[in-house]
């Protein structure tokens, strides 16, 4: 990964997502492989999602089969925490049993054993290396791309926007990758107070750059998908 340039974070939306929500208990496993990639403290860096058991019921209950994502929700004295967990569908387990690394509860509960919320995933996201920012590079707002790039075979992805490191955002309606000013009248880059009330932003342009062609402190630094279903979306 470049010296030079932070990770691409990619925000992952699942449209399905939603509805049922299931009281579990969360229980340290001494067995499920733990990285510092993983760990909620370090979410903008996370290169991949930590490993959750569950039971097959469970698994149907919140039809977790296209994409297998889930998020617990700890409740840590006045607020809350989700963390998205890959699913592994495991024998042995009660119906509203969850396993999890050892080293990631007792990172976000303080204990090797919680109670959590457990529903599908509606977003999360993931930090990707530079040589795949690179092949994403030259897409579009409105492009789909197979999610085997980026560690979800079988799934395809549609992009829905950006935002650089200032919090610039890629505009549907501007060609190309650079940025420049345009008269908005509304989202993304300008929110009116009035109705027909249009100014001036600078946004950028509704193309994935190379990312070896952008500077530190302006490059890319989120891109936002969304789960293509398809028409049985």
Do not use: C
């Amino acid at each position: 990964m470049s010296e030079e340039r932070p990770p691409l974070r990619i925000v992952i939306s699942d449209p399905k997502a939603g509805g049922k929500v299931v009281k579990v208990k969360v229980k340290g496993a001494e067995d499920i492989e733990f990285k510092e990639t993983m760990t909620k403290t370090r979410e903008k860096e996370r290169t991949e999602l930590p490993v959750a058991r569950i039971s097959k019921k469970l698994y149907e209950e919140l039809r977790l089969g296209e994409v297998g994502v889930l998020t617990l929700r700890f409740k840590q004295e006045d607020k809350r925490v989700n963390v998205p967990f890959k699913v592994e569908v495991a024998d042995g387990l009660e119906d509203n049993e969850v396993q999890v690394s050892m080293e990631l509860l007792g990172e976000v509960a303080g204990d090797l054993e919680a109670e959590a919320e457990a529903f599908r995933a509606k977003a999360w996201q993931i930090a990707v290396p530079e040589e795949i920012a690179i092949r994403l590079s030259g897409l579009e707002i409105g492009d789909t791309f197979d999610g085997t790039i980026i560690g979800y075979p079988g799934i395809r992805f549609k992009i829905r926007g950006g935002s650089d490191a200032t919090g610039i955002p890629m505009h549907p309606g501007v060609p190309g990758a650079g940025k420049r000013r345009a008269l908005l009248s509304g989202p993304p880059g300008y929110r009116p107070r009035r109705k027909g009330e249009r100014r001036r932003k600078t946004v950028r342009g509704r193309m994935v750059p190379d990312p070896r062609g952008e500077r530190r402190k302006t490059a890319l630094a989120q891109l936002n998908v969304v789960i293509d279903y398809g028409e049985s979306q």
